[in-house]
């Protein structure tokens, strides 16, 4: 496929009569006609609009004086009665009732648990993520272990008492972009 050079192939040649493309002005007789006209039709607008006024200036009901003098008459003599003055029984009642409510107590689990956030090949990567823990406020622990694959650095915080306290830990380290975190059992 032969490649095209759009530069050197130039412009192409233009149209030596430019004049030709744009419009003739109208003649100054068109104008003077088009600009009487429009002034006849708004003339004529304005003089209707004044008709139109005149028109419905007369034509005035004389019934909506008569109802509106008629109001004031008819509020005074039917007055509306008293509000009655309402009492509240349960504001007496109320203190005389208690609600027990029964709650079974939680009960504490042997379990322990941790929150591991990361495993990483290079110690420096474990401890960087254990800085970013230790600005929310929560404390880490970086640990070396030893697997069939090689050597890896967990960070993890525990033990933890509750799983409760685990989400809690987990969420708040949502917050600062973290979402890695996994809550497992103390089993180590």
């Not at 002005?25 to 003077?32: C, D, K, L, V």
């Not at 029964?102 to 990361?118: F, I, R, T």
């Amino acid at each position: 496929m032969a490649q095209r050079d759009y530069v050197s192939r130039g412009r192409a040649p233009q149209n030596k009569n430019k004049n030709n493309n744009k419009r003739k002005p109208p003649a100054p007789e068109q104008n003077r006609t088009k600009i009487w006209m429009r002034l006849v039709v708004v003339i004529i607008a304005i003089l209707a609009l004044i008709y139109f006024l005149f028109s419905i200036k007369d034509n005035v009901d004389e019934t909506a004086d008569s109802t509106m003098e008629q109001l004031p008459q008819i509020v005074e003599e039917d007055e509306l009665p008293e509000v009655p003055k309402e009492e509240w029984d349960y504001i007496k009642s109320l203190p005389g009732y208690e609600v027990e409510v029964e709650v079974a107590e939680q009960q504490k689990s042997d379990k322990l648990y941790l929150l591991q956030c990361g495993s990483f090949r290079t110690r420096s990567q474990a401890e960087e993520m254990k800085a970013k823990i230790a600005f929310q406020g929560l404390e880490a622990q970086v640990r070396a272990t030893t697997g069939s694959n090689g050597e890896w650095f967990r960070v993890i915080m525990g033990p933890l008492q509750t799983k409760r306290d685990a989400e809690r830990a987990k969420h708040s380290l949502r917050k600062v972009n973290i979402t890695t975190c996994m809550i497992l059992t103390w089993n180590l």
